[in-house]
DNA sequence: TTAAAGTCAATAGA
DNA sequence: TCTATTGACTTTAA
């Protein structure tokens, strides 16, 4: 793919041997301090550790992490996704094995990698796992044998359990009863998991257009509206919220591929929603990267309209029809929106019915429901630069580049994301002026309820 | 204290 | 069975 040429090959084995091998053989400085095989300790000794590298291995994982140089968090999934398809091995064995991560982290990250600079040290490591990963020869074997023993020890369970019957019944179910006093299995009564409705979750992201950031007040408003616990909302918000930032950090990706020379490689590359919002709208909301005028969004982030407002997010969920919403900005940065807009633009088509949902159907609950496309459009490959920052510099990290085996490719790329950031933040400004200037005309967005 | 980041784990769908 | 989605929780940072 991409970087083509030098990525995985050679670097690999590089690397490879760094973390697998007791002597490690390039690095530099980073010494032997400890260092241990860590070979893949892990993949054989199947049970006990999870990770290939955890514990004892010659660098630990964060150590790894901090000397990184830049990755290309977009190629390394991609590259992934392309070796586990290849080789029919699922997220799961990967994730447990290799990441240490469960089945539906994996197939986030693997989704929706967020770009190296906006990692923190913690959402690196995955990213250095599989790039090791990818760089050990025999990954896919071990992987391969890992599902082997998985296999074989599934049927033997199941062998024995079949004969004496219930051993799995009692085991998850039944069981707890034996004990009668025992009062924590009691609560073993796991609270039901909140599943939204439809039209809940179209009023939410109603509201999130009007305030991304809503008022604790608003966020009680909302609750009793929906008929939900305000922590539901409150979690909604940062999670739709961060999800859309992670959408937009995709798209970005992919804009920036797309103009670059070209995805040639990627199979899927075109096929994407071309649209994808022109780098114009692509950007603001994100780079907000913080709570928008970076105080602590009180109750007062609402009033004025704040730059990391954007409306949807387009990549998100219900991205086209909802492009109805956008349609008249797209071709401009988002338009701030004008408080109480979201509400009426929406056309209406209202079911009558909603209600279904709980209470009153006010403005937040009557507004149509868009939801439902959600293609996840595909997300393209090419080139996948992510990231911006520049190396690190250090000599540790130089040699640790090599060892990763790219650099080039990245310093290249920079070029392009730093224009591209130029753009990016040419554009917030004047998104943020337009707040700006809006805000002090018509300030009160009021919620009708 | 709040928001973001990172995950888990339940679930829905294929 | 596997992958994708998503509400909730935990940790981190400001």
Known sequence: APESPMSSSESVKSLTELVQQPCPAIDTSKDGKSQ???????????STTPLPLSGHSALSIQELV????????????????????????GQRLFGETILGLTQGSVSDLLARPKPWHKLSLKGREPFVRMQLWL??????????????????????????????????????????????????PQHQLKKPRVVLAPEEKEALK???????????????ELATQL???????????????????????????????????G??????????????????????????????????????????????????????????????????????????????????????????????????STSVL?????????????????VPSTSSTPAAGSQKANSLQSLFGFSEAASSRNTRDSSLRKKKAANLNNIIHRLEKAASREEAVEWEF
């Open 66 to 89: 901090a000397m990184s140089p830049e990755l290309d968090t977009y190629g390394i999934t991609k590259r992934v996704k392309e070796v586990l398809t290849d080789n029919n091995l």
């Open 227 to 261: 008929n939900l616990k305000t922590s539901t909302v409150i979690n909604w918000f940062h999670n739709y919220r961060s999800r859309i930032r992670r959408e937009l950090f995709i798209e970005e990706i992919q804009a920036g591929s797309q103009s670059t020379a």
């Open 263 to 360: 995805s040639s490689d990627s199979p899927s590359a075109r096929s994407g929603r071309a649209a994808h919002s022109s780098e114009g709208d692509s950007c603001d909301g994100v780079d907000a990267e913080g709570p928008p005028d970076g105080k602590p969004s009180g109750p007062e982030a609402l009033r004025g309209a704040r730059p990391s407002e954007r409306a949807e997010p387009e990549g998100l969920e219900d991205t086209d029809d909802e492009g109805r919403l956008r349609a008249p900005r797209q071709s401009s940065p988002p338009a701030p929106q004008r408080p109480g807009d979201a509400l009426e633009t929406l056309p209406n088509s209202a079911t009558e019915g909603d209600a279904s949902t709980s209470a009153a």
């Open 135 to 184: 760089n050990d020869p025999n990954n896919v074997e071990k992987l391969m044998d890992m599902k082997r023993m998985e296999k074989k020890a599934y049927m033997k369970r199941r062998h024995s359990s079949v004969s004496d019957s219930q051993s799995c019944e009692s085991s998850s179910a039944g069981i707890d009863y034996s004990q009668g006093a025992s009062p924590q």
């Open 206 to 220: 109603r509201a999130y257009q009007q305030k991304p950031y809503p008022s604790p007040k608003t966020i009680e």
């Open 36 to 46: 241990e095989s860590s070979e893949p300790p892990v993949s054989e000794s199947q």
């Open 366 to 382: 009557t507004g149509e429901s868009s939801y439902k496309s959600k293609e996840s459009s595909e997300k393209i490959s090419s």
